[in-house]
T-cell receptor, first 114, second 113 residues
Framework: IAGITQAPTSQILAAGRRMTLRCTQD?????MYWYRQDLGLGLRLIHY???????GKGEVPDGYSVSRANTDDFPLTLASAVPSQTSVYFC?????????????FGPGTRLTVL | GENVEQHPSTLSVQEGDSAVIKCTYS??????FPWYKQELGKGPQLIID?????GEKKDQRIAVTLNKTAKHFSLHITETQPEDSAVYFC????????????FGGGTRLMVKP
């Protein structure tokens, strides 16, 4: 069982380019999340999805979009990247609703926007 | 929305000593408080969590305490080992309103052999 996989592992991107970060989970979890982690800061929620076909905005959604066409995949798209989007991006999933609230995290994607 | 403050930002202890990390939260509706450990180059991993109907929870060398009145919760690691060195994050959520976590800023724990 792989858990959560993210791709790419790292990417250097020119400002203004479009980029999609991929996230796939094989745990059949209903809920999925995207966070960004900046140096010296904790993780901040970008977007979330409680179930396939639905999405919602987190704390820092501007400049990002997501889709949830099926249970397993939750891609994050930067339509026109800017240097302030340089960060490490983590995808996570959890059962929802459930008494088990644990969020399982992927290994992250390190994105640099120049 | 929820705001979670975490202290200290760095903590250095000698192997075998105890380490304590403290967090405060602002939203009284929060009822789920997990702690995550993040090793270099990896995603966070849950080490222990506590729900609002419990004041303390222990798992081997790790314990978490929760004071709902004061809106603070703490992580206690006893008999620290070098492999405990990592960044630790606290978080809070209102699990009844969606499982969206608000994280503290993190504590870099260094255990010196």
């Amino acid at each position: 069982i792989a858990g959560i996989t993210q791709a790419p592992t790292s990417q250097i991107l020119a400002a203004g380019r479009r980029m999609t970060l991929r996230c796939t989970q094989d745990m059949r979890h209903n809920a999925m999340y995207w966070y960004r982690q900046d140096l010296g800061l904790g993780l901040r929620l970008i977007h979330y999805s409680n179930t396939a076909g639905t999405t919602g905005k987190g704390e820092v959604p501007d400049g990002y979009s997501v889709s949830r066409a099926n249970t397993d995949d939750f891609p994050l798209t930067l339509a026109s990247a800017v240097p302030s989007q340089t960060s490490v991006y983590f995808c996570a999933s959890s059962e929802f609703p459930s008494v088990a609230y644990e969020q399982f995290f992927g290994p992250g994607t390190r994105l640099t926007v120049l | 929305g929820e705001n979670v403050e975490q202290h200290p930002s760095t903590l250095s202890v000698q192997e075998g000593d105890s380490a304590v990390i403290k967090c405060t939260y602002s939203d009284s509706a929060s009822n789920y408080f997990p702690w995550y450990k993040q090793e270099l180059g990896k995603g966070p991993q849950l080490i222990i969590d506590i729900r609002s109907n419990v004041g303390e929870k222990k798992d081997q060398r790790i314990a978490v305490t929760l004071n709902k009145t004061a809106k603070h919760f703490s992580l206690h690691i006893t008999e620290t080992q070098p492999e405990d060195s990592a960044v630790y994050f606290c978080a809070a959520s209102n699990a009844n309103a969606g499982n969206m976590l608000t994280f503290g800023g993190g504590t870099r724990l260094m255990v010196k052999p």
